[in-house]
């Protein structure tokens, strides 16, 4: 029998062993990319822990977390198919169901509660305007007139007797409507935090109202939203992605004023100017009595064509508590 040199045998061996390295690896694939879309908002402040605490990576989840412009074009870029997961007001995700998208909620992110509101209509300090009834005939801004605060806003005049008809909507972002009050281009604006904070900060604004009481007491204002059929393919990451949403909004809630550094550098805005944000309520169970009266007022200011049953809208991983 023929006896290979042990130099050559010990090469073919390392030459053997190295080629199926990338074979006996290739079966250990690479958990999926879950790509996060969220606005620049405090409600988006748990994903924003998540991600940056690490609890993704914790879980094994590969999370990237993209900061968009808002809802609307977090449900266009989850619509084309360029994000697996969204953050985005409530009423846009029923606004989009209405319109046959095949978006399913799996939790929610952010609780209006009127005892402690976190949204409010505010005008100028020094302005003429002492009650909604002085508005008739008055600019107001709006991020977007089909958006959760203009409805807020329209329910909101309807109670206190004004027609919303004898006003006039501009559209800008939230961001530039202490600047158009001050150059006296609009009268008011129901905004959101840590804009709302930051406004009343410079003392230069008042608060005229809280529109979003009109719609309900509590109400999911932020919801956690994907495509039906990829959360009907990825039963096992949406169910890790809420866990770990589940422990990010619990710390979160009991550490809002340590994390506010954190959401200033996400948002792009110095900490002093939101440290006296008003937060939202934090959880991810969301119920379909929680989100009816959203697909109500969507209706009844047309929005939508017509209510539909909320249970349609929630997935079944977002009722578990």
């Given at each position: 029998m023929m006896r290979i040199p042990w130099r050559l045998f010990a090469g073919a061996l390392v030459l053997a062993l190295v080629t199926a390295l990338p074979a006996a690896t290739s079966g250990q694939q690479a958990e999926p990319l879950i790509r996060i879309g969220t606005g620049p908002d405090d409600t988006s402040m748990p994903l924003i822990y998540a991600a940056q605490g690490g609890l993704f990576k914790k879980a094994g989840l590969n999370v990237e977390l993209q900061r968009l412009a808002g809802s609307a074009v977090v449900s266009a870029a989850l619509a084309g198919g360029s994000l697996e997961i969204g953050k985005s007001s409530a009423i846009s995700v029923v606004a989009a169901h209405a319109k046959g998208l095949p978006f399913t909620v799996i939790g929610s992110l952010?609780?209006?509660?009127?005892?402690?509101?976190?949204?409010?209509f505010i005008v100028l300090a020094n302005s003429p305007v002492k009650t909604p009834r002085d508005l008739p005939g008055k600019v107001l801004a709006a991020v977007s007139l089909q958006d959760m605060s203009s409805i807020a806003t329209f329910a909101w005049l309807e109670q206190q007797g004004v027609d919303s008809s004898t006003l006039k909507f501009v559209e800008m972002p939230a961001s530039t409507t202490l600047a158009a009050m001050e150059q006296e281009r609009v009268a008011g604006s129901?905004?959101?935090?840590?804009?709302?904070?930051?406004?009343?900060?410079?003392?230069?604004?008042?608060?005229?109202?809280?529109?979003?009481?009109?719609?309900g007491k509590r109400f999911p204002g932020g919801v956690l939203f994907a495509n039906e059929n990829w959360v009907g393919a990825h039963r096992d990451l949406v169910e890790r992605f809420l866990r770990v949403m589940r422990e990010a909004t619990t710390y979160v809630a009991a550490h809002e004023d340590e994390l506010v550094p954190m959401l200033a550098a996400f948002i792009g805005v110095e900490p002093a100017s939101i440290?006296?944000?008003?937060?939202?309520?934090?959880?991810?169970?969301?119920?379909?009595?929680?989100?009816?009266?959203?697909?109500?007022?969507?209706?009844?200011?047309?929005?939508?064509?017509?209510?539909?049953?909320?249970?349609?809208?929630?997935?079944?991983?977002?009722?578990?508590?």
């Open positions: 952010a609780i209006y509660n009127s005892e402690k509101p976190d949204f409010a129901t905004v959101y935090e840590p804009v709302l904070s930051a406004a009343l900060a410079t003392g230069k604004v008042r608060i005229l109202g809280y529109p979003y009481n009109a719609i440290a006296k944000t008003r937060h939202s309520g934090r959880g991810i169970t969301i119920t379909p009595a929680d989100l009816q009266p959203v697909i109500d007022v969507a209706a009844k200011y047309r929005v939508i064509p017509k209510p539909f049953p909320a249970a349609e809208l929630i997935c079944s991983c977002a009722l578990r508590r």
